[in-house]
């Protein structure tokens, strides 16, 4: 199975608004304009991707990253395994898998310099790229120039016609999430603005110390101010049995870690919790983005999917791959090939596949502004 994944992160950005100094549009499909000239600035972000949690107090529009990845998924088959390092950053020697992201399916479409419709973006707080850019540089460079950030996949089919998520009427959203199995997408950022998330669409459940807020694409997102190399921290969530999901990400690598915190008193202050009693936190390494098992508060009724979540995305390095095919010779699977006991979707992704993808979208991106 999948070894140990290492401190690649996740994320999760259904929801940027005019502010994105943290959070940023890295790359797009080319369906998507670009307007720029150094590096990709996002002229007008669609509304799918406003980031409710602009994480800066820069009004500018922020410099969209050209570095990312694709976070599709891909069959690990035969139950595999690799023995080759991930890339050529440091935190990945001890592993050959990583947490890379997650893919969001969204249904609004929005017409963009001249009315091209938005199909696909990545967004996320820094490169993808599983080694070091060239233009990081010690000890000037910033963790957000660094190679190994996670991202969030938006993915928009304009043939599907099925209601993921629709927020309620009226000027405020007060819509829950549909579904319950993602308790929520944790980012640690050293600012959010609440008044954003409820202008783009969020529903902010609660906001006493850390804030609590579906996003407009229908995903639970939980938001706590304090520092980490990648704001990216973790996906939770809800299981009908911790022990069987537990055994279950035990199978793709993940094994029990410290839990991570974002502010120096490790949740025994007013601006971050401590970890959830009874709940079981899980990652490839000490240095990758995990998974937080919780109970169900209820036991006896069943986790409902989100349908809006379409997979959280596994990339991992097979001796020999050059990601274009499988083993067999037949084209990477691009689609969830597992479904963990809380019916959440699991992708596979070969490493030379993700380099090859950020190669490519970054060019499509490039010249199509």
């Not at 696909?120 to 490169?127: A, C, D, H, I």
């Not at 938001?223 to 973790?234: A, E, L, N, T, W």
């Amino acid at each position: 199975m999948v070894a140990a994944l290492s401190r690649i992160t996740v994320v999760l950005v259904t929801f940027l608004a005019r502010d994105v100094s943290s959070f940023s549009t890295i790359r797009s499909d080319g369906v998507m304009k670009l307007s720029s000239t150094q590096h990709l600035r996002l002229s007008s972000p669609p509304r799918t991707a406003r980031l409710l949690l602009s994480a800066g107090s820069n009004d500018d529009d922020q410099d969209v990253i050209s570095t990312s990845a694709i976070l599709s998924s891909s069959l690990l088959t035969g139950g595999s395994i690799s023995n080759a390092a991930m890339g050529t950053l440091p935190e990945f020697e001890d592993t050959n898998a990583i947490f890379q992201g997650i893919t969001i399916d969204v249904l609004r479409e929005r017409g963009v310099d001249g009315g091209v419709v938005v199909k696909e973006t990545w967004l996320g707080f820094g490169p993808e790229t599983l080694s070091i850019p060239p233009s990081f540089e010690l000890p000037v460079s910033s963790f957000a120039q660094y190679g190994g950030h996670a991202s969030i996949h938006l993915r928009y089919d304009p043939k599907d016609t099925s209601l993921l998520y629709k927020r309620s009427s009226g000027e405020f959203n007060n819509e829950p999430a549909p579904g319950d199995s993602i308790a929520y997408l944790q980012l640690g950022v050293p600012q959010y603005r609440i008044s954003q998330m409820v202008k783009y669409g969020g529903n902010v459940i609660d906001a006493y110390g850390w804030v609590n807020v579906v996003s407009p694409a229908g995903l639970p997102i939980r938001s706590i101010v304090g520092i980490r190399p990648d704001p990216m921290m973790f996906l939770a969530i809800n299981c009908a049995d911790v022990k069987q999901s537990e055994e279950f990400y035990n199978k793709l690598g993940f094994v029990r870690q410290d839990y991570p915190y974002a502010r120096l008193n490790s949740g025994q202050g007013q601006f971050e919790p401590p970890q959830p009693n009874k709940s079981v936190y899980l990652a490839p390494s000490p240095n990758s983005m995990g998974v937080l098992l919780l109970q169900n508060k209820n036991k006896k009724k069943a986790v409902v999917p989100n349908p809006v979540l379409r997979s959280i995305n596994v990339v991992y390095n097979a001796p020999g791959d050059d990601g274009a095919s499988s083993s067999s010779g037949a084209p990477v699977n691009v689609d969830p090939t597992l479904m963990d006991p809380s019916s959440v979707p699991v992708s596979f992704v070969p490493l030379e596949y993700l380099e090859k993808e950020i190669k490519f979208t970054t060019k499509v991106s490039a010249e199509s502004s």
